[in-house]
């Protein structure tokens, strides 16, 4: 009696757990292939409405404005080979009064201050497309943002344009894309699609120990009947 008390819920827990892995899959797959229309569409204006930021997530947005390089942040990040440094994250100022950070790109640690880089600054108005990305929270073993300090380490976006003292901005970010022509710094476009799916591996693992449990369980029977 004792071993089917406790085949029974454990086979039940093993093929819910399946079962859900098996939804995680087809809901990545489709956000694989959604980001993958996305990111190839033309660039479109940016929507004044931006209820639904999943919606909008790896669209391609044009923008007219100028930035305020005086209020740009760094966040800590790594760059194409491995090198420390950091994400440059500059307000736009569009042409309706409105807002936007843009990461405009990455920079060696060397020069993460205005002052050695100032080939980065772009004065003027400019237009410039890049992907909508949404702000995202503090990893559970991630540090705290210092924005005392300069040092940014998860995008907080309401926390940024606090900082920044914006107002009216929009509440996602603009990822700029790589101008073919610059070959220096920042280092823009690098936001990779090769997002992790390993969601079959689970389905087979937690199905295939339902099978497993199965099967002990059947020797077991049998062997106690021949006994």
């Known amino acids: 009696l004792w071993p089917t008390l406790i085949t029974v ?31 190839t569409q033309s ?33 800590y990040s790594v760059g194409p080979n491995g090198e420390p440094g950091y994400d440059l994250y500059t307000p736009m100022i569009l042409i309706d009064g409105r807002s936007i950070i843009v990461n405009r790109g990455w920079v060696p640690e060397q020069i993460k201050d205005q002052n050695d880089r100032p080939s980065t600054i772009v004065s003027g ?20 943002n210092e924005p005392e300090n300069n040092m940014w380490f998860y995008g907080d976006v309401d926390a940024m344009a606090s900082q920044m003292e914006l107002n009216d901005y929009y509440p996602m970010y603009l990822y700029a894309d790589k101008i073919d022509s610059d070959n220096g710094f ?19 693992t937690w199905y295939g120990m339902a099978i497993v449990l ?12 021949e006994d």
Request: proline content about 4%; overall charge neutral; charged content about 25%.
């Open 9 to 39: 819920p454990l086979l039940a827990c093993l093929i819910a757990l399946g079962n859900w892995q098996l939804e995680r899959l087809d809901w990545k797959l489709d956000l694989i292939e959604k980001i993958k229309i996305r990111a």
């Open 43 to 75: 660039s479109m204006h940016l929507p004044s409405e931006s209820h639904d930021l999943d919606q909008l997530e790896y669209y391609h947005a044009l923008v007219f404005g100028k930035f305020d390089h005086t209020k740009e942040v760094t966040m």
């Open 214 to 225: 199965v099967g002990i369980y059947l020797i077991a029977h049998i062997h106690k009947k």
């Open 186 to 204: 920042p280092v823009a476009g690098r936001t990779e699609f090769n997002i992790v799916n390993n969601h079959l591996d689970y389905v087979l």
């Open 125 to 144: 108005e400019v237009q410039l497309s890049g992907l909508l990305r949404k702000p995202w929270s503090k990893l559970w073993y991630g540090p705290e």
